[in-house]
Each structure stands twice: as structure tokens, then as C-alpha cells.
């Protein structure tokens, strides 16, 4: 055994991979040489420290982020796979035609001066328009800001003010939702922040934590959603807990609330009493989502 | 909290005696909550992980989400006779090389004066005695920012291969699936990282000036 030999046979000796009596021979080697035995001693003891270096611990929020990341992975999965009839179509049709229909498109959008599509704003109401982030429901104040983010929104997803974000309307329905209330858009486009934090640090807002495991806030349904289940009022789900009672139950960020056990919801004040409730039996939801009311059940 | 104690105490088994593979099986088979269990499994372990790669924790902690993404998109291809725990440190560890890669800040590689003819008299330590140095303290003091910054300067791929095995404490196989390399390289890798760590943590730990120049064929 030289120095070299030791060298090349220290991780094995280190990490007890070689046979015994190289081993042996290692640690003859080491017993006898000054160098060789600083180097371990150097190696073992820096490792040591090293190992020893406090942990970083996970942010509180890091579950709820990492729901919002999922389920927006599900949701675009779930359009991808509601497009791809229209998809393979597009595919089959002759590039002559879509040219001609992009053009047209092209025409309509700076003759009209009106987002085409399913997100229109509208004109009588400044906050008429909310975006879902990945983290928070943005509701603009401003029409003009409101105008342009849900006319670029449209389809598509992009960055704003640091988050993700995508039109609300795809998640219920193609039908705006008003939020009326003043300090949570307030304090929400002013702070790009998760809507988790903002229940905390906005007292004023009348965000609702549950604790089924959702924070909703009372939104107002316009046509042709309110007439689906003949009521304006509805509670818009605006954080959920990952993987709790109301995730697994089905419950999703965007969903209007327009029932709880059966009962309509008339007025913010008197969901916001029963859903604070805590006691274990199963509560009974429904839910407009995609157009459609939904019927879940929260054990 | 409560919540969580309640799922628990609903759970015919409980989890923590379940290996990984097995919850992902109940995953699959409809119980969504097993997801979250895997996840608290193992945030905690990768964002150290990642962060000891990376140094950057906020990034760190987007690439863990990141991570937990790419297995839930890909759980169900998952072959559950192997090891969760290799499978999703392979994918953290290739989204922290990227990162590096797209930092194009790889760490200057250092010490790599490779001597590939070695003769039998050349020893790999030489010591100068100055351990009188005044400096000594203020070193001591300062070991463990030392010995981060030595981590810090190991090149991307010899940095992986050892908080693989110091911190995380896997196998030389189990390094090998994860960083897609020969047991010969991780064993290569690994003997080149802990040369260069001893070489640059040497004198703080010591008090000796030491110079290595020694190598065995780096891959």
C-alpha cells in the first residue's frame, strides 16, 4: 500500500465497499502515514460538519401552492381533451381554409374592437371581470387593466404581476362572476399574494375560511348561470386546501357555491354561518361549474 | 392538523407503515389523500437536497414543486418495482443540473491539475506547519461557511454525486440510476469531490496549507 493506492481506494474504504483486508491494509497504511491520515481525518470530519448544517424547512404554503400547480395541470389535461375533436378536425382541414379563417378572425378582432370568444367584459361594471391565479383570484379594479388582461387571458395562460393566471370564466362556465367587495380586490391587486395569506392579514374582506377545507367569497352570478339555478348569489371558491375533506370530495378552486345542504344560498351571512359549522356530518354542496351544477358531498 | 388526524385515524393501515410503492398503489386506486402523504414524505428531504445543489432556496423550492408535478403527471408509468425514492430524486436532480445549466453558471472547475502518471512516491497531502497562523480562530469560527463554499465550488457533477452520498446517504448504485452514470464514474466522481472538498476545507480545519494534485483518470 502507497499513497496512491490510497487515494484511489479511499471512497471505497470510506463508505466500507472494499473487501476486508484492503481495509486492514488502509488502515495500516493510515496508521503509518502522517499525510494520508490528516486527509482522512480532513475528509470525515468536514463531512461531519457538513452533514450537521441545520435543515431548511418547508414554507407553510407549499401544500396549497403545489394543489393549485395540480389541479391546474388537471384542468388543462381536462381541455386538451374536451379540444382534441375540434383539434383533429383543424388537422384534416386544408391550410388554405385556416388561413381564410384566421384572416376573418384577423378582421373581426380591429373591426369590432371586442374580445371574441367566450370573455367579454361587461361595460356597466369596473369589477366585473375576476382571473384566477394559480394562487388568488385577481378581480380588477380598473376596466381598462380588467379589459386587457381577460382579452389576452383568453385561452391562454400567462404572467401577471408574478403569477400564473387564466381566465376564471373557464372554470365556471363562460359566465362572469361579479365579486362585490371592495377590500378584497383591493387589497388583492395590490398584492399579488395567496389568497390564504390574504384571509390573515385582510380583516375587512369578507373571504370565507371553512373548515371543510375551502375559503370562498360572495360572488353574483349573471345570466345565463343565475338562471341555471334561479339565484343570483353564490359563493366562488377561491382557495382550497390540497387534499382536504373538500378537495377530495371534488370541490374546486373557481366553482360558485350555490347550495349547502340543500339550501340555496340567499345571502353571504348565512352560508358563511353554515359553513362554519364544525360538526362531522356529511354536507351536502352544489356547485355551478362549466355551466352545469354539480352535486358533491363533503364527508 | 385536525383534519389530518382524522384521515389518519380513518386509514385502515396506517401510513407509516407502508412503503412508498404502496401508497402510490392506494393512490391509484382512488385514495387521492395518499398523494399528499408521499409529498410530506419528501419535500422536507429534496428541498435540502436541491438547495445543496443549487443554493438558491427559493428556487429550491419551486423545483421541489416542480418535482412533485412531473410525478404526479407521470405516477401512473411509474413501475412500482422500483424505488420511489430513486425515481424522484432522479428527476430533482435533473431539474437542479438544468437549472444550473440554464444559470450557465456552472462552478469554475477547480483543482483539476489531473496527473494521470502517477509515480508510487507521490503522495496526495503535503503539509506546511504553519499552524501558528493567527488567523486560526477567526477560520475555526468560520468552518461551516468554509466548508459550504467548498461544496459550492465542486463542479455540478461531482457536487451531485456527493450530497448524494453525504447527506442523503445512497448507495453508489443507487447514485449511479439517479445520475444516469457507470459505477465506475460515481465511484470516480466520488473520490475526485471528497479530494477537492478535503483540499478546500484543509485549511480551516487544519491549520496546514495543503496541496493536492492527484487524480485517477476523471470521467
Redesign the interface.
Known amino acids: 500500500m ?3 493506492k ?3 481506494d ?3 474504504y ?2 466500507g ?1 472494499l473487501p476486508e483486508e484492503r481495509i486492514e491494509e488502509i488502515k495500516k497504511h493510515i496508521e503509518g ?4 491520515s ?2 482522512n ?3 470525515t ?3 461531519h ?3 450537521e ?1 441545520p ?5 407553510d404554503d ?2 396549497g ?2 394543489e393549485h ?2 389541479y391546474q ?1 388537471e384542468e388543462e389535461e381536462r381541455l386538451k381533451r374536451s379540444r382534441s375533436p375540434f383539434r383533429s378536425f383543424m388537422r384534416t382541414i386544408s391550410p388554405v381554409l385556416s388561413a381564410g379563417i384566421a384572416f376573418a378572425g384577423f378582421l373581426y378582432f380591429f373591426t369590432s374592437h371586442t374580445p371574441s370568444g367566450q370573455l367579454r367584459i361587461e361595460d356597466r361594471s369596473a369589477r366585473s371581470v375576476a382571473v384566477s391565479s394559480s394562487s388568488l383570484a385577481y378581480v380588477s379594479p380598473v376596466r381598462t387593466e380588467a379589459f386587457s388582461l381577460a382579452h389576452f387571458l383568453e385561452g391562454f395562460a400567462t404572467e401577471y404581476l408574478g403569477n400564473r393566471l387564466s381566465p376564471l370564466r373557464s372554470v365556471s362556465g363562460g359566465v362572469p362572476v361579479t365579486v362585490e367587495d371592495p377590500a378584497f380586490a383591493t387589497f388583492v391587486s395590490e398584492d399579488p399574494s395567496f389568497s390564504s395569506r390574504i384571509a390573515r392579514s385582510s380583516p375587512t374582506s369578507s373571504l370565507i375560511q371553512t ?1 371543510m ?1 375551502f375559503a370562498a367569497i360572495p360572488a353574483r352570478m349573471e345570466r345565463p348561470l343565475s338562471k341555471l339555478v334561479d339565484s343570483e348569489n353564490g359563493l366562488l371558491v377561491v382557495d382550497i ?5 373538500a ?2 370530495a371534488g370541490l374546486r378552486k373557481g366553482d360558485v357555491i350555490v347550495s349547502l345542504d340543500e339550501k340555496p344560498i340567499e345571502q353571504a351571512g348565512s352560508l358563511l354561518k353554515m359553513a362554519s359549522e364544525r360538526n362531522s356530518k356529511t354536507r351536502a354542496l352544489s356547485v355551478v361549474r362549466n355551466g352545469r351544477v354539480v352535486n358533491l358531498k363533503i364527508d | 392538523m385536525e383534519e389530518r388526524k382524522l384521515h389518519i385515524k380513518a386509514r385502515l393501515e396506517p401510513s407509516g407503515l407502508l412503503k412508498d410503492e404502496e401508497l402510490i398503489g392506494l393512490f391509484l386506486e382512488g385514495e387521492r389523500s395518499r398523494f399528499r402523504e408521499l409529498v410530506e414524505r419528501y419535500d422536507k428531504r429534496l428541498l435540502n437536497f436541491i438547495y445543496r445543489l443549487i443554493g438558491d432556496r427559493e428556487r429550491a423550492e419551486d423545483l421541489v414543486q416542480e418535482t412533485f408535478i412531473r410525478v404526479y403527471k407521470h405516477i401512473r408509468r411509474f413501475d412500482r418495482e422500483k424505488k420511489f425514492s430513486t425515481w424522484v430524486y432522479t428527476i430533482a436532480s435533473n431539474l437542479a443540473k438544468n437549472e444550473l445549466r440554464n444559470r450557465s453558471r456552472n462552478p469554475i472547475v477547480l483543482f483539476q491539475h489531473i496527473v494521470k502518471d502517477w509515480e508510487d512516491d507521490h503522495k496526495p497531502l503535503e503539509f506546511i506547519d504553519n499552524s501558528k497562523r493567527p488567523d486560526d480562530l477567526f477560520m475555526r469560527r468560520h468552518l461551516k461557511e468554509v466548508i459550504d463554499r467548498a461544496v459550492e465550488k465542486l463542479p455540478a457533477h461531482h457536487r451531485v454525486v456527493f450530497v448524494l452520498r453525504e447527506t442523503e446517504g445512497k448507495s453508489y448504485e443507487e447514485i449511479a440510476e439517479i445520475t444516469g452514470c457507470s459505477l465506475g464514474t460515481v465511484k470516480s466522481r466520488l473520490n475526485r469531490a471528497r479530494n477537492n472538498f478535503a483540499t478546500l476545507i484543509a485549511p480551516s480545519l487544519e491549520n496546514d496549507q495543503i496541496s493536492f494534485d492527484g487524480g485517477d483518470g476523471e470521467q
Open positions: 502507497n499513497c496512491k490510497f487515494y484511489r479511499f471512497s471505497g470510506l463508505d465497499t502515514c502522517e499525510g494520508c490528516s486527509y481525518r480532513i475528509v470530519e468536514g463531512v460538519e457538513y452533514r448544517r435543515e431548511l424547512q418547508m414554507p407549499f401544500l401552492r403545489l400547480s395540480i395541470l373548515p377545507g386546501k390540497f387534499m382536504g375533506k378537495f377530495v
